[in-house]
């Protein structure tokens, strides 16, 4: 692919860094997504409490909202003026608003349940025969866990990751309400796009979109793959 | 007949999207302008009833790239003369018709105390975050950009500055409490019901110039002429001036 090479040659150092920093943000956030993910979406399968539906909704909502009303609510909640912004400032020294940290925060609360839900339809495909023998033999449920669901749904696990890490490139809209653009830090491949056009710079604006374009295609040819793999 | 009603009600809606287009002129216009636009387009019509005005607010950048692309746009009213510039050097604006109608003001604000110079207030040890406009993007970021390197601050700053991707998110920034003070807007502040002060520099005769510019597509260009000619009456002047702007 002659125009990807030279359009990769195309970016600046600081697109780099942008792109770079999209990545890492990715990968952080999905690991997040795995460790709280993967809990939520077993209990939300087993739980009996009146109050399902609600949690189930609230996981949800980030797919309808549209990403300005999410970015509204996080730059009023990260305010050092007042709680829960001032809390973190009392506990850790520095503000939320405009940092890495906020942006990973926010993201998993943006990607949450574009990685929940593959989680529990691959957790709810597990034959619940398999589970009680699992504990009938003896086992814990967390031995459980680890020894049945893991590998039984593992594929729509790693839909889920990849969905999550996938949508996280993605993100837009949040990360331009809380970010505040500062390189290195919250200055992600999207934001980075967007400059570009501002400085009408159309050029490495055609660069990056098409290096960004690249990257979540192959990601979704994962997903597919994986998601048909899963259905045999 | 469901098939016939379904048609009839297409045709309908594709006419009134017409009319809408046929008439009235359409101005595309820098974020920071949103203040002022109402007050302008009410008085503009109050002088020529039968003239209708729509206007559109948006990053310029933005704005440059839809109109490059066939936004059926009549003017653009800049925060610089950058943008208008590029579309004229592109073809998609009249040369002729570009003229700087207002300038900029720049201002640090809130000023904690009535006493507190700018000096102070970005030498204390307590600011933490100091919100601008992004320099590359936005005119007034550029303009405190500049202010900063002149005086010799922005090294020293420069870890504590964010960016806001245009003036009124700088702006949002400060309100929320997120940044502590900001190089902000005059014309934002002046709509705003929080009235602390804030300190206003002159950057002298030529700073921030505001450029409309008539676009080469526009099917109304004598009514867009008109509003721009308009433009530079002592009317639309004293309520630029009004709204926190400088007309020299």
């Known amino acids: 692919m002659p125009t990807l090479i030279t359009s990769t040659w195309l970016l600046s150092p600081p697109l780099w860094e942008a792109l770079w920093l999209t990545l890492k943000l990715a990968g952080v956030t999905t690991l997040l997504l795995g460790v709280l993910g993967l809990p939520l979406a077993r209990w939300l399968n087993a739980t009996r409490t009146r109050f399902a539906p609600v949690i189930e909704a609230l996981v949800t909502l980030p797919i309808v909202l549209p990403p300005t009303v999410i970015g509204f609510y996080l730059l009023v909640a990260f305010s050092p003026q007042h709680p829960p912004g001032s809390w973190w400032v009392a506990l850790t020294g520095g503000p939320l608003s405009f940092t890495f940290t906020g942006l990973v925060i926010a993201s998993v609360i943006y990607s949450l349940p574009f990685a929940v839900q593959p989680f529990q339809a691959a957790l709810r495909a597990i034959p619940e025969e398999l589970i009680d023998a699992s504990r009938a033999s003896g086992a814990t449920a967390w031995r459980t866990f680890w020894r049945v669901h893991l590998p039984l749904a593992r594929r729509g696990i790693g839909a889920g990751l990849t969905l999550g890490f996938a949508h996280t490139l993605g993100e837009f809209g949040v990360v331009l309400m809380i970010g505040g653009s500062i390189p290195g830090e919250t200055r992600v491949a999207s934001i980075a796009l967007y400059d570009e056009v501002q400085k009408l710079n159309y050029a490495s604006a055609h660069a990056f979109a098409g290096v960004l374009l690249v990257i979540s295609f192959v990601l979704l040819v994962v997903v597919a793959i994986l998601q048909r793999r899963s259905r045999v | ?248």
């Open chain 2, 1 to 248: 007949m469901r098939l016939r009603r379904i048609a009839v009600i297409l045709a309908c809606s594709g006419a009134l999207c017409l009319s809408a287009i046929g008439e009235g002129i359409r101005i595309a216009a820098a974020s920071n302008l949103q203040f002022v636009m109402p007050a302008l387009v009410d008085a503009f019509r109050a002088e020529y009833p039968e003239a209708k005005v729509s206007v559109s607010h948006a990053a310029s950048g933005n704005l440059v790239a839809q109109i490059r692309h066939g936004a059926p746009f009549d003017l653009l009213m800049a925060a610089d003369t950058h943008y208008p510039q590029a579309l004229i050097e592109s073809g998609h604006a009249e040369s002729q018709s570009l003229f700087v109608f207002a300038h900029g003001i720049l201002v640090l604000w809130p000023q904690p105390q009535e006493q507190s110079t700018w000096q102070e207030i970005l030498a204390d040890s307590k600011l933490n975050r100091l919100a601008i406009a992004h320099p590359e993007i936005a005119p007034y970021g550029q303009a405190a950009q500049s202010f900063l390197k002149h005086h010799g601050l922005w090294e020293n700053l420069r870890s504590r500055i964010v960016t806001g991707e245009n003036a009124a998110q700088t702006l949002q920034f400060v309100q929320s409490g997120n940044a502590d003070v900001g190089f902000v807007a005059a014309s934002l502040l002046v709509s705003l019901p929080d009235s602390r002060p804030g300190i206003e520099f002159d950057l002298g005769e030529a700073a921030l110039p505001h450029g409309a510019v008539r676009l080469t597509k526009s099917k109304r260009g004598t009514a867009a002429d008109r509003f721009l000619t308009w433009l530079a009456e002592d009317e639309a002047v004293e309520i630029l001036r009004d709204n926190g702007y400088r007309v020299p």
